[in-house]
T-cell receptor
Framework: AQSVTQPDIHITVSEGASLELRCNYSYGATPYLFWYVQSPGQGLQLLLKYFSGDTLVQGIKGFEAEFKRSQSSFNLRKPSVHWSDAAEYFC????????????FGKGTTLSVSS | GAGVSQSPSNKVTEKGKDVELRCDPISGHTALYWYRQSLGQGLEFLIYFQGNSAPDKSGLPSDRFSAERTGGSVSTLTIQRTQQEDSAVYLCASNKRGGAGTDTQYFGPGTRLTVL
């Protein structure tokens, strides 16, 4: 069965500093990987997704993620964090079969200090 | 509408009462999903609809939970005899054809349910 682990429950980063949020997945074949962001009181917004091809994926709001098959990882990065990036971030894995739901990690809460 | 909508946005109820949560998916999306987001637990899958049928109900936590979808569009999640552990944010998502791989799921804003 697929699973997703986000090892960091809470991270605090200074505004302007770089960010890396970790995500590890468990799946026998090549997974489809997603990062979503949830701001307080809001639904989930898709930041980026990996299906195949280039392992470095660019997303919205200046985020990128790199798929590393050897490490079963899909870490999210941003070179310079803005205060508005404070939110909860979820990594998810999916499989391309009709009717399958996404499997989510438990999320990482990002706080941004000034 | 442009996105997935859910109503109500907040619901406070007393233990033992029944509640109904509504989801309007993106027009034309045949697949619809319900998830539950509990504090510190991430998102748990509840049920999946393809059209009006629900081929996967494996995530429903108990027989107090049920859902239906009519006209291939609106879905209602019903929780009977609510318990305090049902307190959570209930999220709805939809996508075009139902695969959770290449077909991106779009989420609604959720319904925050509080059971007193």
């Amino acid at each position: 069965a697929q699973s997703v682990t986000q090892p960091d429950i809470h991270i605090t980063v200074s505004e302007g500093a770089s960010l890396e949020l970790r995500c590890n997945y468990s799946y026998g074949a090549t997974p489809y990987l997603f990062w979503y962001v949830q701001s307080p009181g809001q639904g989930l917004q898709l930041l980026l997704k990996y299906f195949s091809g280039d392992t470095l994926v660019q997303g919205i709001k200046g985020f990128e993620a790199e798929f590393k098959r050897s490490q079963s990882s899909f870490n999210l990065r941003k070179p310079s964090v803005h205060w508005s990036d404070a939110a909860e971030y979820f990594c998810a894995v999916g499989v391309d079969q009709a009717g399958t739901a996404l499997i989510f990690g438990k999320g990482t809460t990002l706080s941004v200090s000034s | 509408g442009a996105g997935v909508s859910q109503s109500p946005s907040n619901k406070v109820t007393e233990k033992g009462k029944d509640v109904e949560l509504r989801c309007d998916p993106i027009s034309g999306h045949t697949a619809l999903y319900w998830y539950r987001q509990s504090l510190g637990q991430g998102l748990e899958f509840l049920i999946y609809f393809q059209g009006n049928s629900a081929p996967d109900k494996s995530g429903l936590p108990s027989d107090r939970f049920s859902a239906e979808r009519t006209g291939g569009s609106v879905s209602t999640l019903t929780i009977q005899r609510t318990q305090q552990e049902d307190s959570a944010v209930y999220l709805c998502a939809s996508n075009k054809r139902g695969g959770a791989g290449t077909d991106t799921q779009y989420f609604g804003p959720g319904t925050r349910l509080t059971v007193l």
